[in-house]
Every structure is written in structure tokens, then in C-alpha cells.
């Protein structure tokens, strides 16, 4: 894949960041903090303890939307891409929903229009399944992969239970989107509500790449994971 990469390890950490500064996500995800200085992709992932090829695996993929890893992802860190994902959950559940939440709060009056209130309602509706959602990858798949690092391969369940029955979790934003457009309360904080429902359309990126990530890399690497230990047992 490095003939395909639009990053490698030798380029400077803040040219990645200067070309795109959504790759920040990328970066906090891996707990690589900033003030980095002039060091390369290399020597920051080094110093911080992070798998470099598994940084730039993902990095360039939410840069060029590679859907096909060319066999690297024989050579990707498992547990750094598991933390990876944490660490998106985190940020989704505990930071980016909630802050949404308060913006819409400010913005609309729930308490004297009916409109607003279902706003909210949607919301935290919404909320709520993508919880449920991350909590299965928490509970389920991730102590599965566990599981299977240790070399044990549980014999009910497979990776490709979670990719058959994976939802797309940012598309269901899209009606949110337009009952804010469509039937915004006459009583609002205008810039307040534009700001949100930009956050909303942000999060809705986000929660779509995150997704990718676990459809384009993370299970393709569980899967010859899954191999390597069936032909191990036989």
C-alpha cells in the first residue's frame, strides 16, 4: 500500500494536519496530543507508543477513502485500531452528542412550542440508538476480538455477524436535519440553531467515516485474524 499512500511515515506531522485539519479527530483517537514541533509521522508515533503503520492506514484512508488495503491489513495493530475506535465512541457518546444537545436547548424554546419539543424528543432519541449501537461493539465484538487475540476463537459468534448486520448509524441524522430546516420554531436563536444543526452535520460525517473505518479496515483485519487461527487449529 505505501505506493498508495498519500502519507508516510517521513512526512512532517503538521503537514498532515495543515492539508486537513479533520485528521485532529484522527489523531486524538490514537492519543497523539499537539505541540509536536517540526518531528515526522514517524517519530511522533514513536514517542507516543502508537503503531505508526496503523495510523497511517487510517489517516489515509479518511484522507483518500481507500476501500481496499492491498493485504496491509495483515500488518495492522489490532489493539491500536480497537483503542482507535474507543476513543471515537468516547468522543461521540460523551462529547459530541451532548454538546449538540445544549446548543439545541439554547436555541429553541421546548417548553412553549411543540415543534421544539420534538426537536429535542428526535434527539435524544437518536441519541439513545447510537448508544445501543456502540455499546454492542463495546460488549460484544470488541471482547470478541479480545478473545481472539488471545487465540481463542469462540465458535458462536463471527466478525461477519457484526458486518451483515452493521447500520450506517449517521444516515438516520438526515431527518433531523430537515424537520430543523423545514419546520424551524418561529421563536429561535438563530445563530445558535445554525450552529447546531452545523455540529449535526459534522457529526454526521464523522459517525459515516467512522463507520467505513470499521467496514474497510477493521473487519477485513479481523477476518484474516479469524483465518490465521482456523488454520492454526487444524
Request: glycine share 4%; aromatic share 10%.
Amino acid at each position: 500500500m505505501d505506493n498508495l499512500q498519500k502519507y508516510k511515515p517521513t512526512d512532517k506531522m503538521i503537514d498532515l494536519i495543515s492539508d486537513n485539519y479533520s485528521l485532529l479527530q484522527v489523531m486524538s483517537r490514537f492519543g497523539l496530543s499537539l505541540g509536536f514541533g517540526d518531528k515526522t509521522v514517524r517519530e511522533v508515533c514513536e514517542l507516543n507508543g502508537v503503531d505508526c503503520h496503523t495510523f497511517l492506514i487510517v489517516v489515509n484512508f479518511m484522507t483518500e477513502g481507500f476501500s481496499r488495503l492491498d493485504g496491509s491489513s495483515d500488518e495492522i495493530s489490532i489493539p491500536a485500531l480497537i483503542d482507535y475506535l474507543r476513543q471515537a465512541h468516547l468522543y461521540f457518546l460523551d462529547f459530541c452528542l451532548p454538546a449538540i444537545r445544549r446548543k439545541l436547548i439554547e436555541a429553541i424554546d421546548c417548553s412553549q412550542d411543540e415543534v421544539a419539543f420534538l426537536i429535542l424528543k428526535f434527539f435524544d432519541e437518536y441519541t439513545r440508538e447510537v448508544r445501543k449501537h456502540m455499546d454492542y461493539e463495546e460488549k460484544t465484538v470488541f471482547k470478541y476480538v479480545d478473545l481472539l487475540l488471545q487465540g481463542d476463537a469462540p465458535k458462536n459468534y463471527q466478525i461477519s455477524t457484526f458486518s451483515k448486520h452493521h447500520d450506517q448509524v449517521g444516515e438516520k441524522l438526515t431527518e433531523l436535519k430537515n424537520i430543523i430546516i423545514k419546520y424551524c420554531p418561529a421563536k429561535t436563536n438563530v445563530n445558535q440553531l445554525n450552529a447546531a444543526l452545523f455540529d449535526i452535520y459534522t457529526c454526521e460525517e464523522g459517525l459515516e467515516s467512522h463507520c467505513k473505518v470499521e467496514d474497510y479496515i477493521f473487519v477485513p483485519a479481523i477476518l484474516n485474524l479469524e483465518r490465521r487461527i482456523n488454520e492454526n487449529e487444524k
